[in-house]
């Protein structure tokens, strides 16, 4: 609905108005009727549309006058600007019973133009003028600006993320905020009694930043002018033309904010230089916070990260050879971090998970750093923290966490549809407990954060059946090169006892597992098969890995030809499972190349029974398998290659906000 200025008519003196372009002036004529007055007609000059609002029984007389009825209404609309004050006149005229003329009332108005605008449209540029500015949708035909979080940092020196900082110390800066105009047209001497004043809502003041460009001799000055703690800037001299603002994002989307923001400009009438002011009119414009965004194995790797382990008896060197080899294959970017920069913690994908940010006029990655909080506690933010790489985190309060929100229980899967809802960005997994069980559990606030971006609707799978109780032990994703586009991977020692079955069959069931590893103890095919304790172990994990597959079916919408089974055996130490041999399914993803652990099973013909079986069900999905000697670098101390790797992806092409979540 138009906004609605009201000006009180008066045919004692003429009444002097500002209208803003486009907008409703309503003309109070009440206190303006002269007595014996019945009717009255109302002329305007050529840029006044005059609107006489009435009910249906009402209708005008026969030379052009209108009854004096108390349900009639009388609005002008101006929609050219001034180019002098009071060059817009409104003359009523009032008529006695006889159709004499009683009296006149004049208005003078002067029509301003103040409009706030911002990238409406999701294209990159700002659009002036646009319709309900105010309200913000999804979808590929919805509108509302887009704000990045400004969690890079992009001033040298600075101690933290740039959003930490007061003011703007670099140019750079800017392209991570974004672009919004004021925009003023009218008699520049008409701004001198009337304020225009930008303003944010008390509830959104601290979650963004606001700083106005300001024009001097030499180079352009960034003035902050609302924020944490200014909710109002009164603008200096306004005249035609622009006023260029940027807008920092503070906060992420999170438990009691929804993401959403707006920013107000109002023309104020003030009477007196110390009045507070009376608005005339207000634009609002509304930002969405751009959420986290994770991603998952199916899109194109871009960084490998890996710690370098030389101290003590369980050195990963032959880990990081059999992974140079994979990454040379894949044609991908490594980076070793040093024992110094870790603190001789080798799990990098428990402590942190790469994402991005997008908007439409820039994107950058951000690593959301986990509360495990152990060796590499402080690596994301001394060593990935930088110039377009954003950094965020989560802490419970109280600091009670446990091994579930470490972020090898964090995954995502690849785009799906289920039952006709689209998920383009995929959803987000998390390990918890059975829904109606105790037990550990992710943080409160790690989920919060994770569901409050909401373009990756997270689901909560079964993962506390294991000692360090991680999804990345039983699930992962692979790229296929078919009608679906991937496979959901799940470790089966169902696979694994008809493998071995079939091999014992063959006649190979003394081919022993563990060959060529010192110190371990090598077990036959045949005393794998006897071993009561183990079978009762894995009917166990058979079991919660079919709760899962349930769930995920249902979630994801996969059907059984979407799953692959590989072949895995646990062992339960005490009430809870460890792989018995490195687990397969813990692999590094990159593109068609995987990085498989190698699982030292039982050789028949010369060849591991494992391995080719995992070739047979992967390589005729276009995938290539290199199989990674973890054994004593991560294996023994329960973790495998995913653990010890973590890879920055490129970003979706599909763009967040066309989705309806």
């Given at each position: 609905m138009p906004q609605r200025h009201v000006v009180q008519m008066s045919t004692s003196h003429a009444s002097y108005g500002v209208c803003v372009l486009g907008t409703e002036v309503f003309l109070d004529t009440r206190r303006s009727i002269p007595k014996g007055a019945t009717s009255f007609e109302v002329h305007a000059t050529s840029a006044v549309t005059v609107h006489i609002i009435h009910s249906p029984m009402t209708k005008p007389m026969i030379n052009s006058r209108w009854p004096l009825d108390p349900?009639?209404?009388?609005?002008?609309?101006?929609?050219?600007?001034?180019?002098?004050?009071?060059?817009?006149?409104?003359?009523?005229?009032?008529?006695?019973?006889?159709?004499?003329?009683?009296?006149?009332?004049?208005?003078?108005l002067t029509c301003?133009?103040?409009?706030?605008?911002?990238?409406?449209?999701?294209?990159?540029?700002?659009?002036?003028?646009?319709?309900?500015?105010?309200?913000?949708?999804?979808?590929?035909?919805?509108?509302?600006?887009?704000?990045?979080?400004n969690c890079?940092?992009?001033?040298?020196?600075?101690?933290?993320?740039?959003?930490?900082?007061?003011?703007?110390?670099?140019?750079?800066?800017?392209?991570?905020?974004?672009?919004?105009?004021?925009?003023?047209?009218?008699?520049?001497?008409?701004?001198?009694?009337?304020?225009?004043?930008?303003?944010?809502?008390?509830?959104?003041?601290?979650?963004?930043?606001?700083?106005?460009?300001?024009?001097s001799d030499s180079h352009p000055h960034y003035k902050p002018v609302l924020g944490p703690d200014k909710l109002s800037y009164v603008l200096d001299h306004v005249g035609g033309g622009e006023n260029i603002f940027y807008v920092e994002g503070l906060a992420f989307p999170d438990v009691g904010f929804?993401?959403?923001?707006?920013?107000?400009?109002?023309?104020?009438?003030?009477?007196?230089?110390?009045?507070?002011?009376?608005?005339?009119?207000?634009?609002?414009?509304?930002?969405?916070?751009?959420?986290?965004?994770m991603t998952p194995n199916t899109q194109q790797p871009m960084e490998v990260f890996v710690c370098s382990i030389q101290r003590g008896s369980d050195t990963n060197e032959v880990f990081l050879e059999g992974l140079q080899v994979l990454l040379k294959k894949a044609n991908c970017k490594l980076t070793i971090c040093s024992e110094v920069e870790t603190?001789?913690?080798?799990?990098?994908?428990?402590?942190?998970?790469?994402?991005?940010?997008?908007?439409?006029?820039?994107?950058?990655?951000?690593?959301?750093?986990?509360?495990?909080?152990?060796?590499?506690?402080?690596?994301?933010?001394?060593?990935?923290?930088?110039p377009d790489f954003g950094y965020v985190t989560r802490e419970p309060p109280g600091r009670a966490i446990s091994s579930l929100d470490s972020f090898g229980n964090l995954d995502v899967s690849p785009p799906v549809t289920v039952r006709g809802k689209e998920?383009?960005?995929?959803?987000?997994?998390?390990?918890?407990?059975?829904?109606?069980?105790?037990?550990?559990?992710?943080?409160?606030?790690?989920?919060?954060?994770?569901?409050a971006q909401k373009v990756q609707a997270p689901v909560e799978i079964y993962s506390e059946w294991l000692s360090v109780g991680h999804v990345d032990e039983f699930l992962t994703f692979v790229p296929a090169y078919d009608r679906k586009g991937f496979r959901l991977l799940l470790a089966s020692p169902n696979a694994c006892y008809k493998l071995f079955k079939e091999k014992q069959r063959q006649g190979h069931?003394?081919?022993?597992?563990?060959?060529?590893?010192?110190?371990?103890?090598?077990?036959?095919?045949?005393?794998?098969?006897?071993?009561?304790?183990?079978?009762?172990d894995n009917r166990h994990v058979q079991r919660c890995i079919d709760w899962n597959r349930d769930l995920l079916k249902q979630e994801l919408g996969l059907s059984e030809q979407d799953i692959i089974d590989i072949p895995q055996l646990f062992i339960l130490k005490g009430s809870r499972a460890d792989a018995l041999f490195p687990d397969m399914v813990n692999m590094l993803v990159l593109g068609r190349h995987l990085g498989i652990p190698k699982p030292f099973g039982p050789l028949v013909g010369g060849q591991c029974c494992l391995e080719e079986r995992v070739r047979a069900l992967l390589e005729p999905l276009g995938l290539t398998c290199t199989f990674i000697d973890d054994y004593f670098s991560y294996h023994v101390l329960s973790g495998d290659v995913h653990c010890g790797t973590n890879v920055r992806r490129k970003p979706f092409a599909f763009k967040w906000w066309h989705m309806v979540p």
């Open positions: 349900d009639i209404e009388v609005v002008v609309t101006i929609d050219v600007t001034s180019r002098t004050i009071n060059d817009n006149k409104v003359k009523i005229s009032y008529y006695g019973q006889e159709g004499n003329e009683l009296s006149v009332a004049w208005l003078y301003v133009d103040v409009s706030l605008d911002v990238d409406l449209n999701r294209n990159g540029r700002v659009k002036s003028k646009g319709k309900d500015k105010a309200k913000w949708t999804w979808g590929p035909d919805g509108q509302g600006a887009v704000l990045l979080v890079d940092r992009d001033s040298p020196g600075a101690g933290g993320t740039d959003s930490g900082q007061v003011d703007i110390w670099t140019t750079a800066d800017l392209q991570d905020m974004s672009v919004m105009l004021l925009r003023t047209q009218g008699p520049s001497t008409i701004f001198a009694e009337y304020q225009v004043v930008l303003h944010v809502p008390e509830s959104d003041a601290d979650k963004v930043r606001v700083f106005h460009a300001i024009r929804s993401g959403l923001v707006s920013f107000s400009a109002s023309l104020l009438e003030v009477p007196h230089k110390n009045s507070p002011g009376t608005p005339i009119f207000t634009d609002t414009v509304v930002f969405r916070m751009a959420p986290w965004i603190r001789s913690d080798r799990w990098i994908q428990d402590e942190l998970e790469f994402g991005y940010v997008e908007a439409p006029h820039k994107t950058f990655p951000v690593v959301f750093d986990s509360p495990r909080n152990r060796g590499l506690k402080d690596f994301a933010f001394k060593k990935i923290l930088g998920y383009p960005l995929g959803r987000i997994l998390i390990g918890s407990p059975l829904p109606w069980a105790s037990g550990r559990r992710m943080s409160k606030a790690v989920r919060d954060f994770l569901y069931g003394e081919a022993t597992q563990l060959v060529g590893l010192k110190g371990t103890e090598r077990r036959s095919i045949d005393e794998i098969l006897a071993d009561e304790s183990l079978k009762n």
